[in-house]
Antibody
Framework: QVQLQESGPGLVKPSETLSLTCTVS????????LSWFRQPPGKGLECIGY???????TYNPSLKSRVTILLDTSKSQFSLKLRSVTAADTAVYYC???????????WGQGTLVTVSS | DIQMTQSPSTLSASVGDRVTITCRAT??????LAWYQQKPGKAPKLLIY???SLESGVPSRFSGSGSGTEFTLTISSLQPDDFATYYC????????FGQGTKVEIK
């Protein structure tokens, strides 16, 4: 069973950069797509962006100016950087992967990131 | 962006009930629709992909149907483990989710 694990700071100051890494087990980094989602407390799911096998990225239009997703196949990791954060970016952040189904078959457990001074 | 609207937002049901959740897209997404189940404090779990295909390991009481702009998730006989929030997601263009349907105990 593929496992994903998010890591990174749980507290980020306003105007700074949120940085998270997702580690993918068992070599499944070469998936159809690898993606980041977030869920503010008590609210629904939002896609931040995704990277296809081969390196093409697609970002949420509302976040595009602040987001970068990168892939490091040598470490079986992909990363998220979200710049100039505000309290509105406080959320549980999830990484996920899709394979043959093209939907998100495997998810990390999620990590709460709070934006606060 | 394609907007996804689920109905109802909340559903009260009893064990054994047949439950149907509807998801509508603002434009055609062909069959590029998935359904997820999420329990409090947990990551979403894929139930259905490509509108009607059952993910491996998911009980057969879950089924999906539809194409174009209107889709349904049906639970044929609600079980205690099924009380959760359900989300639809389109992946025809930039991925977007419905607002969720919470299935509560009646």
């Amino acid at each position: 069973q593929v496992q994903l694990q998010e890591s990174g700071p749980g507290l980020v100051k306003p105007s700074e950069t949120l940085s998270l890494t997702c580690t993918v087990s068992d070599g499944s980094i070469n998936s159809y797509s690898l993606s980041w989602f977030r869920q503010p407390p008590g609210k629904g799911l939002e896609c931040i962006g995704y990277i296809y096998y081969g390196g093409t990225t697609t970002y949420n239009p509302s976040l595009k100016s602040r987001v970068t997703i990168l892939l490091d196949t040598s470490k079986s990791q992909f990363s998220l950087k979200l710049r100039s954060v505000t309290a509105a970016d406080t959320a549980v952040y999830y990484c996920a992967r899709s394979g043959l189904t093209m939907a998100q078959e495997n998810w990390g457990q999620g990590t709460l990131v709070t934006v606060s001074s | 962006d394609i907007q996804m609207t689920q109905s109802p937002s909340t559903l009260s049901a009893s064990v054994g009930d047949r439950v149907t959740i509807t998801c509508r897209a603002t434009q055609s997404i062909n069959s590029w629709l998935a359904w997820y189940q999420q329990k409090p404090g947990k990551a979403p779990k894929l139930l259905i992909y490509k509108a009607s295909s059952l993910e491996s390991g998911v009980p057969s009481r879950f089924s999906g149907s539809g194409s174009g702009t209107e889709f349904t998730l049906t639970i044929s006989s609600l079980q205690p483990d099924d009380f959760a929030t359900y989300y639809c997601q389109q992946y025809n263009s930039f991925w977007t989710f419905g607002q969720g349907t919470k299935v509560e105990i009646k």
